[in-house]
DNA sequence: GAAAACTCGTGCAACGATACAGTAGTTCGT
DNA sequence: ACGAACTACTGTATCGTTGCACGAGTTTTC
C-alpha cells in the first residue's frame, strides 16, 4: 500500500545527462508542427496532411530515433499486444515446451509473451495475472488445473481475458471462461489399453497428489480401461501421495515404485500420471532389478526418446493446441468455429512397454 | 509504425457495462477529499493529515477495492518493479530450471519475473528488451552467450540495466554491463580431468555449433585439460556441428556419436557441452552397442539423475548465481562487493563415467 | 458573389497519479 | 496583540499521447 516516494527524481537526473528519449513533442518541435500532427501520422491518420509536412514528421522521427512511449498510450486505453503465460513450473520440461510452442504460434501472429511462472501457487498465479493487468495486458493463458479459478475474478471483471489450458471445462467455470485441453481421460484410456493389449494385467498408477482437473481426469481414463476389461479396481495399484510433484517427481515416483514393490502381488506395467514421474519410475525400477516392467508415460516431452529404453507415452498435440489459443486471443469469434477446445491425444509407442513376459 | 485507432472506444464500452475499475478520483469523491489527500496516503505522507480524515480514505479504498493504476504511476516515472528474464529456450530444461531458481531468488525479495523466449534469436532477444523497455521494466538478467551486445545499445543508453548471464566478460563490452556466469574453462578442464583420472586417453568433446562465448570457453577448458596432460589434440576428437541444438540437440548429439565411432581409432569417452547433449549422446550410444563409454556432461539438470545410468556432470551453481543477480539488481552497490561475477563449478559424479576397462 | 466544401492543419481536454506551492484556520511565543 | 509556526488540507502543472472540435485559408458550386 505505502511505497517510497521520490523516484521523479531519478528521471530528472537521466535528462541532465542527456539520456532523455525523444517525446512526440520534441519530434513536433523539430518538424516544426504541433503534436497533433505527429499524433495524426502515427495513427494512420495521414490523409489529413500535406506529403511534405509527412515528409518532415517523418524525417523528424526518424532523426530523434522516436519511438511512441506505450506506458502514454496505455494510459489512453491502448493495449498491451503481448500475450502473458502461467505455467505450473518452468522447470518441468512439459512445462518448457508448451511455452515454447505457445511462444512459436504466438510470434507468427507478430505477438510476444511474457511467461510467468506460479509455481503451482495460487496466491502467486494471482499476483501474476494482477501483474500483467497493471501491464495492461489483456490476454491471459493460465496454465493450471486447479478445480477452482475465484482467486481471478476481479481480473476477469476487469475485463483480462483468461484462457486456461490444461483444465477441462467445469460447472463452476463463468462463462467467459475458456478451456482449452487434451482429452485427459482418453489419454490414460489409450495408455491402458496398450498395456492391456500387451499382456499386462496387474497395472498401477503413478502419480503425485491428484488434486488437479487433469490428474483426475486422468485416474479416471486408467480406471474406465480397466474396468471395460473386467479388471477390479485395486487402491494399491494407486498410491497416495502428498505433494504434487514437478522438478521433484523424482522422489515421489520412486517412493511409489517402492511401495507398489513391496506388495504381495506387485504390478507388471505402470502408467505415470506424466513423462517426468515415468522417468523418476524408470530409473527406480531400473535401481531395483526390475527393467521388466513396463511403463507408459503422458505428454511426449522431447527427452523422452532420449532415455533408453525410450519411453512410450500420450502425445499432447501441443502445436494444435498453441494455435488454437493463439487464434482465440486474437479473433476470438472466427477462432471459436474453427477449433475444438478438447483435443484428442495420441498413442505413441516406444520401447518401455514390451510384452508381458512372465 | 502505423496502428489502426479506435481504441478507445473499447474502454468505454466496458465502462457503459459498469465494469470500470476505481481510479484516485472515485475514491477522493467518496472519502470527501481531493485527490491529492488520497496520493499522500498512497506515498507514505500519512502524517500530514487528520487521523479520522485517513481513515475515511482508507475505507472509500477498501469500499471500491481501488488499485493505483501502474500504467499512470510509471507516466510520472515510477520503475516497473518486474524483472525480465530472457532464455534462449525455454524447452531446453537446464534453461527451465535456471528461470525457476531466479524465479524463487526473486521472489524471495518481493519482485516478479517476466520470462521471454529468444530462440536464440539476436533479432527477438532485441524486440523482447524492447518490449520489457517499453513497460517499464529496469532491469533485464540477459542469459545469452552472443558475444556481442551491440543490438541492445539502444536500451541500454536509455537506462534499462542488463545483466548478462551464461557470458563472460569480453573486451568489447560496455562498462555499464555485468556479466554473470559460472567459470565454464574451469568446468570442462575439471571434468576431462575427472575422465583421465578413470583411465580414459582418447576423449571426444561433443557440442553444437561452437559460436557462443560459453561454449568457446568449454571447449578450451576440455584441450587444456588434455594438453596439461600431455595428450595431443586431435580434431577428429571434436565432431562440428551447424546448429546450436536446443531441444534438438538428441539429433545433434547422434550425428556426432555416428561420426566418432566410424573413426579408426574412436574414443573411450565423451566430454558434452551440456547435459541436453550427453543424455543425446548417450542415447546414441547404447543404441549403437557401445553403453562403455564414458560420458560427462554440464549443466547438472534434474533429469540427469533419472536417467540410467545417471549422468556424471559439472554442476552450475544456479542458486548462488540467481541470488547475486538479484542482489545486483535490486542493491548494486551492496551486492557487487558481495558475490562474484564468476562462479565456481562443481563436479558431480554418478554411474555414466566408469573407469576404463579395456 | 456568397455559401458550401475541401485542405491542412492546431488547441484543448482527457487518461490516472503525483509533487510541490499555496492557503485557510489554529496555536504559540513574547 | 501580532507575526511565526504549525496543522490539514487543496489547486495546479506535469508525465506522453490521443481524438475531437475548431479554424484559417483556398477552391468549388449554383
Redesign the interface.
Known sequence: ?????G??Q??RI?QEQG?T?ATIKDVAKAAGVSPSTVSNL?????HLMHPDTRRRVLEAMEAL?Y?P????Q???????P?LGLIVP?????F???W??EL?TAS?ARGR??????S?RDPE?ER??V??LW???VEHIVLSTSLPSLDHLR?AM???VQIIAFDREQQETDPPELLNVSVDNEGGTWLATRHLLERGHRRIAFVSGAIRTVSRRRRLAGYQRALAENGIPLDDDLVPASPDLGD?DS?TLARRAVDALLALDDPPTALVAVNDMFA??A??AL??AGRPDIAIIGFDDI??G????P?LTTVRQPLREMAEAIVALATEPSDAEQRYPLVFPPTLVVRASTPRRTT
Chains 1, 2 share one sequence.
Open positions: 500500500m505505502v511505497r517510497a516516494a523516484y521523479a531519478r528521471v537521466d539520456c528519449i502515427l495513427n494512420a491518420r495521414e530515433s519511438k512511449s506505450r506506458i502514454a496505455q494510459l489512453r486505453g491502448a493495449p498491451n503481448t513450473s518452468v522447470a518441468n520440461p512445462w518448457g515446451s511455452a515454447a511462444e510470434h510476444q509473451i511474457y511467461l510467468c511462472n509455481q502467486r499476483t501474476y494482477e501483474q497493471a501491464d495492461g476481479p471483471d476487469a475485463g522438478a523424482g522417468l523418476g524408470g530409473a531400473r535401481e522431447p527427452i526418446s532420449l532415455v533408453s525410450a
